[in-house]
């Protein structure tokens, strides 16, 4: 397979620069009501699963650091959004679980996010387009995933 460099980087430029700026729309519009973005990406994270995460796997999922990430989760614990609960498989640690009053900002603010995506989304594409579009960016993910997982110490080749 030949690489084009300058093709790779001007689809990556125009790929970021366009979730960048229907990020900042979405913002400006309110889509994540009285949060920030990744307090809301934190809260969707904890929707899709129903015995909680760490904070190590929230951390990655989010792409902050430990401390932000704990900070992020202390925030939100002190809104009533998340409360920690101990993980059965290790009594140091604990789980983050989204509290009912956390799982109703999240349904709220994730109603008004996905109309407004679906907007933003179908303005400028088709629906094969958007199929398209899905399929690529599913490919570039799970290419970079798998790049995660064989670049981890404990990963066994």
């Known amino acids: 397979m030949s690489m084009d460099i300058r093709l790779a ?5 125009t790929l ?4 960048a700026t229907l990020a900042r729309e ?5 889509c994540w ?8 990406d934190v809260l969707y994270t904890l929707s899709k699963v129903s015995d909680g995460l760490r ?3 929230l951390g990655e999922d989010a792409l902050l650091s430990d401390a932000g990430i704990s900070r992020l989760i202390a925030r939100l614990h002190g809104r009533g ?5 101990e993980d059965p498989s290790d009594a140091r640690a604990s789980r983050i679980v989204l509290t009912p009053a956390g799982a109703e900002a999240q349904r709220r603010a994730g109603r008004v996010l996905a109309r407004r995506v ?5 303005r400028a594409l088709d629906d094969d387009q958007l199929r398209v579009l899905r399929e690529l960016s599913g490919a570039l993910l799970a290419s970079a995933e798998e790049e995660h997982r064989a670049s981890r110490p404990d990963h066994k080749r």
């Open 9 to 13: 980087n001007d689809a990556w430029e």
């Open 16 to 19: 970021f620069r366009a979730q």
């Open 26 to 30: 979405f913002q400006r519009r309110g």
């Open 33 to 40: 009501e009285d949060m920030l973005p990744r307090e809301y």
């Open 55 to 57: 904070i190590t796997e």
């Open 81 to 85: 959004l998340v409360a920690r609960q």
């Open 118 to 122: 679906a907007e933003a989304m179908t």
